[in-house]
């Protein structure tokens, strides 16, 4: 499981070091691909064949279903570690994710997920005030916390 908030910069060469902790656990070969609010998602190769198979049974006649794989599977990549712990990221997703030098990495129990730090400020900025109500709403009132 991905867990913890780690920070990093992105050289000139879009690389970026991935915490050690979370090496293991994506293997030789991971994917990266864009995420939603501007982020990007990281997934083991298990992982991510796991959600391609479910886009697979989504109806192609849905626009949204259409709208959703393109967007999730066209900015994929597969990506591996060079000898520091760096990845190389694809000035698509860099530009997707607006990710200038500064960077948050994130577990999110079954992927990772990049921000540029400004991007992940304002997230976090806006929600932590929320994270009650989305609680409530999310939990059965069975489940501790």
Request: hydrophobic letters at 35%; charged letters at 30%; aromatic letters at 12%.
């Amino acid at each position: 499981m991905f867990m913890g908030e780690y920070h990093h910069s992105i050289d000139d060469k879009g690389r970026l070091i991935i915490p050690s902790k979370f090496r293991k656990d994506l293997g030789n070969e991971f994917i990266v691909t864009r995420g939603i609010e501007h982020c990007l998602f990281v997934y083991p190769k298990d992982s991510f064949e796991r959600i391609v198979n479910k886009l697979e049974t989504l109806p192609f006649t849905k626009k949204d279903a259409r709208n959703f794989t393109r967007f999730f599977l066209s900015g994929a990549t597969v990506a591996e570690f060079d000898k520091q712990g760096r990845i190389n990221i694809t000035s698509p997703l860099i530009s997707y994710a607006d990710i200038n030098k500064d960077c948050v990495v994130i577990g999110t129990g079954d992927r990772l997920e990049i921000w540029s730090l400004d991007s992940w400020n304002t997230y976090f900025d806006s929600a932590k005030d929320n994270m009650s109500d989305i609680a409530e709403n999310l939990f059965n009132e069975s489940v501790d916390l």
